[in-house]
């Protein structure tokens, strides 16, 4: 579960090292080219390269949204393709490999008891699948805070041919180059303990990870599909130029494919408590492209953890920065330890003096803002600026730890790039070409105060946590959540930069750019819940054309809100829907409610809970998702922080925000925060969760799921549709009626009753009936509906014996290998799956099943067959 606290090392460095052996040809020639390559991808600071050919075509044949079999963009397109997220996905799963304790103990990975599937010549073996299907997410920490180098070499097979093979610790630093660059990757520094590889990687027929040592705490996420239609194998050699563009503008840029405005709303307003304003509505077909939200009363959260470096005399500093072409001016903000006085700096662009840096006298613990304007004369018609300052004088240095660039468009500031420096951001350093002169410090992590009253504070965190945002299509409310918390923070106004949104902290704009389809209209509403008014504000709203292939239905965009009080035994619920969707995500709310060792007069009554040093013991729970009904949960996790991409509690608090996962806000005793509470967010683009009938996807709260908290959660998906699927038929196998209906027959078959539990807390059990063990050849009929776009079978089965696998033919026809590398002692009742495509399926009213176990395999286990049938609409 959840990495607990550690001695503290320096952190931020990534040593390279020789290969345990010597990579094959094929890996060094990898290495080569992806080294080669690199230096064509510019960073976030160089001058914009034009778009490759074909970098944004809709590509069907290639796995694009309208593709063979519904699934949805495959490989880079995921990235290329976020207009077209609520198509609905069929014939695939979602999964996850992780380092989960088999026995429901805490040993995630402290032990390394779980972390190999098994081991072999290349070492330690940690995902593994047969058929089609893609890599979509790994994440991997160890102690100290991170650091993978003792994991040795990661080792990626796709259909046979190794794609990647060198020193993990060296492909997390971005030393291989493009793809495997920065926020594509990351190391235990840029997300505040944990190891990151997001990119996507396809197969057609087989894949495996291997690390030459124990990994102690990962977790490999992958799709796997019915079929290899619209599959191409991962190419290690394409850069993906404009994906890495692309991301590295997460939270201050629209990641979609520009497709044009219809309409645009704009409505200033003030809001008094039970108050609505509403815009008038969109009418269609179309899709919110863009929301954003300004409220100048809400005040940034105080309590701010940053990172940052100094230079001394002589010295200075520069990078380089986005702006908007169009811009009618720049304003660049700095970031600073008011501690120090008299700070002076010389701030130039492009060359050009352009104003000069004062901080003052000393402020103690205080951060310290300054903004400087500067001239169209200097920016207009440029998209990139290099940003320059110059020591002149200090009681002590000049010190910069972050720095925001704002573009002036139509008399409004609109943030158009960030850079948040120092050891902790080695990846957005090297992005914006960021460079020191100088250097007299690197401050690891400084914990100081933005100049806010309480009131003022608690005012602020009223406003973001009462307003709600509620959206509705066609008539139906899918959208109900805080503002606060839709836009990525609900601990108050922390800065948030993410992919699909972000929240300007200090009276900037809260951006969303989840797109939300309608085929009639669409009403956006915000209304007052809490007891303090909104004295001003703007809304804007803007539609353009639905992405969504024509002729097919998306699923409407949803963002459900749940909160309430942690319960012992129960998970804490993200979502439980029914139907068919995709879950992308969520934004997590946790106020701990373990009061520190020694504390005083807390009104919590000690039956619930017992004062202890560790007041981040919530953190130790491990996510759950169940997918279409199954008892066996599809993502197992290894702990909080883990599923949020960290590790070690955030690295004791430090806050961080990537594309897809981050935690910008922690607190504790003060600022409303009684105990400790976190905010944190996960975004799952590659490693999406389709399901086609129901998802319960959850988190534990502490390692025996009883920890007590307050806890808020906002989660996006797509969906609102019927459901997909439908059991049309099932074989019992403890039942001889059904053998006999269903014309069942196994060859060197064994049967014992079992009494035994599920993993997880949504069936646990114990349950008892009787499986059979069989090592020759399986056969059955099962009904189907002719209507079918594809089938997938589900067994239930023991998995006490790991690396069962056997041979799938459908009417005589081969359909693949049933693989299944998992096992468990503990708890061993398992339901799995295979998806049968659907040309084997399609228009028949039945099927006959044959399975052949492997040679050298465990015998297959099995105490029931299930056909659930899927259907188009």
């Not at 439980?576 to 020694?598: L, N």
């Not at 905010?679 to 490693?687: K, M, Q």
């Not at 009417?811 to 708890?827: I, K, V």
Request: hydrophobic share 30%.
């Amino acid at each position: 579960m959840a990495t607990g606290p550690v001695a503290a090392t320096r952190s931020g460095t990534v040593r390279r090292r020789p290969p345990r052996r010597a990579p094959g040809m094929l890996a060094l020639a990898v290495a080569t080219v992806a080294a080669t390559v690199a230096a064509a991808v510019p960073e976030v600071g160089a001058r914009s390269a034009r778009a490759e050919p074909g970098a944004t075509v809709r590509s069907h044949e290639a796995g694009g949204s309208g593709g063979p079999g519904d699934k949805g963009p495959v490989g880079w397109q995921t990235y290329r393709e976020l207009d077209r997220l609520g198509a609905i996905r069929q014939s695939q799963h979602s999964g996850q490999y992780s380092s989960f304790s088999r026995s429901g103990s805490n040993d995630d990975g402290f032990e390394g008891s779980y972390s190999c599937l098994r081991t072999d010549e290349q070492g330690c073996v940690i995902a593994e699948r047969a058929g089609a299907g893609e890599i979509t997410s790994m994440w991997f920490t160890r102690q100290p805070w991170g650091d993978v180098t003792a994991t040795g070499n990661i080792r990626v097979e796709l259909d046979g041919r190794t794609v990647l093979d060198a020193p993990l610790a060296d492909v997390v630093n971005g030393e291989l180059g493009a793809p495997f660059v920065w926020p594509l990757v990351g190391n235990a520094a840029d997300t505040a303990g944990g190891a990151v590889i997001k990119v996507p990687m396809p197969y057609r027929e087989s894949m495996r990870v291997t690390v030459d040592n124990n990994p102690h705490f990962y977790h490999v996420g992958y799709r796997s599909f019915a079929d290899a239609h619209g599959v191409d194998t991962f190419d290690p050699t394409d850069p993906a130029r404009d994906v890495i563009r692309e991301l590295r503008r997460f939270g201050v840029a629209d990641p979609k494919p520009d497709s044009g405005t219809l309409e645009s709303r704009k409505s200033d307003f003030s809001l008094a408590p039970g108050e609505t304003v509403r815009l008038d509505p969109f009418h269609g077909p179309g899709m919110i492209d863009e929301l954003r939200l300004r409220i100048p009363r809400v005040v940034a959260a105080p309590r701010v953890v940053d990172d940052g470096r100094a230079f001394g005399a002589d010295g200075g500093s520069s990078f380089t920065a986005r702006v908007a072409p169009e811009n009618e001016g720049v304003r660049i903000t700095r970031r600073y330890d008011a501690n120090v006085g008299a700070q002076v700096a010389r701030l130039r662009v492009n060359g050009s003096p352009v104003g000069t840096w004062r901080s003052g006298p000393a402020r103690p613990g205080e951060w310290g803002t300054q903004r400087i304007e500067v001239d169209e004369s200097v920016t207009g018609g440029e998209d990139e600026l290099r940003i320059s300052s110059t020591f002149r004088s200090a009681e002590v240095d000049v010190n910069e730890f972050r720095y925001e660039v704002h573009s002036k468009l139509d008399g409004e500031w609109v943030r158009t790039d960030v850079l948040d420096l120092g050891p902790a951001h080695p990846g957005e350093e090297r992005a914006h070409d960021y460079r020191i002169d100088h250097e007299v410090f690197q401050r690891e992590k400084l914990r100081a105060r933005l100049p806010h009253s309480d009131e003022r504070v608690a005012e602020s965190d009223s406003i973001l946590t009462n307003t709600r945002l509620r959206v509705s299509f066609d008539g139906r409310t899918t959208v109900d959540a805080p503002i606060g918390e839709f836009f990525g923070s609900g601990l108050g106004e922390y800065d948030v930069r993410r992919l699909m949104s972000s929240i300007d902290a200090g009276k900037g704009w809260y951006t969303s750019w989840w797109p939300m389809p309608f085929r009639r209209d669409a009403t956006v509403e915000l209304v007052n819940d809490g007891p303090v008014p909104i004295d001003e504000g703007t809304l804007h709203v803007s539609t353009a054309p639905d992405g969504s292939e024509p002729g097919k239905k998306s699923g409407y965009f949803h963002a459900t809100h749940h909160e309430g009080h942690t319960e012992p035994g129960a998970d804490w619920e993200f979502l439980s829907a029914r139907g068919s969707g995709t879950f992308y995500g969520v934004t997590h709310t946790m106020r701990g409610r373990i009061p520190r060792a020694g504390a005083q007069g807390d009104e919590q009554p000690r039956s619930l809970v017992s004062p202890r040093a560790n007041q981040r013991n919530y953190l130790e729970g491990d996510e759950r998702f169940y997918v279409d009904g199954s008892s066996s949960p599809a993502w197992y996790g290894t702990g909080t922080e883990d599923f949020y991409e960290s590790g070690w509690y955030f690295r004791g608090g430090t806050t961080f925000n990537m594309p897809l996962a981050g935690s910008p806000a922690h607190e504790y005793s003060g600022d409303g925060c009684r105990h400790d509470c976190t905010g944190a967010y996960r975004l799952l683009f590659p490693d999406a969760v389709p399901f086609t009938e129901e998802l319960v996807a959850g988190i534990e709260h502490g390692p025996a799921n009883d920890e007590p908290g307050v806890y808020s959660s906002t989660a996006y998906w797509y969906g609102g549709l019927a459901p997909r699927t439908k059991r049309t038929d099932g074989v019992e196998l403890d039942d001889r009626a059904s053998r006999t209906a269903h014309h069942y027959r196994a060859e060197g078959e064994t049967t014992e009753e079992l009494t035994a539990t599920f993993e997880g807390e949504r069936n646990p059990g114990p349950h008892t009936r009787s499986t059979t063990s069989t090592t020759g050849e399986i056969g059955f009929h099962l009904r189907i509906d002719p209507n079918n776009s594809g089938v997938r079978l589900r067994r239930l089965g023991d998995q006490f014996h790991s690396g069962q696998r056997a041979a799938v033919r459908v009417d005589g026809r081969p359909a693949g290998t049933w693989a299944q590398p998992l096992g468990n002692e503990s708890h061993r009742w398992l339901e799995d799956g295979f998806d049968i495509p659907p040309e084997l399926t399609r228009g028949k009213s039945s099927v006959r099943i044959e399975l052949t176990p492997a040679d050298g395999a465990p015998p297959w286990s099995a105490a029931r067959y299930t056909a659930l049938s899927r259907w188009a609409p």
